[in-house]
């Protein structure tokens, strides 16, 4: 990344267009929008285990706009050992993300990008998702991962791009209220 666009990021952090998180309302789904989603440890620990989306996107936002630690906190993506409580910018989905709810019931829906536990660039490549198939709802054409579990669900629109994008893709698509908290 250039220095033109690190001061645009910067500029738009600091006024405030760029935030960590976001809530969304549809008609019957709430949902938690963030790079990479929060992990089960993150929302009870670190959030305090916020009931609503709107109110983890609020917490979220706040602890980064004071520099709290947490919510940049890597695992195993940045230190090669996975962490359960890493932040919403950097929890890998299969090892930080997806283990910590799958026995706990998700308070809200979360759509998230960063990773997926979906190889898209080789469809044919079995998926290191032994045993939770049946939960999994993938969308080849959009790129889109959905793990179906108690209390909703977590959304993965990751489609691969690196220095060619991956197509086909599409856009995830909301009918309802966007609330950058």
Known sequence: ????????LNRWW????????????????????THAGITAEF?????????T?????????????TGADPVFRAGIFLHGTSDP??????????????????????????????NSITTW????????????DALVTIDHAAKHETVHLDGGRLIGIDPDHRETPTTPWHAFELDGTVTAC
């Open 14 to 33: 600091q006024g405030g267009a760029a935030t960590v998180a976001a809530a969304a309302e549809t008609a019957d789904e709430s949902f938690l929008i």
């Open 1 to 8: 990344m250039g220095r033109k666009h690190i001061r645009i």
């Open 43 to 51: 929302w009870t620990t670190i959030l305090g285990g916020p009931p």
């Open 121 to 132: 660039r080789a469809p044919d490549t079995p998926v290191a998702r032994t045993g939770i």
């Open 85 to 114: 409580s890493a932040g919403p910018l950097w929890a890998e989905t299969a090892t930080e993300l997806l283990p910590g709810w799958a026995d706990r019931r998700l308070p809200f829906s979360q759509i998230h990008g960063h």
């Open 53 to 65: 989306a709107a109110e983890a996107a609020r917490r979220i936002n706040n602890l980064a706009r």
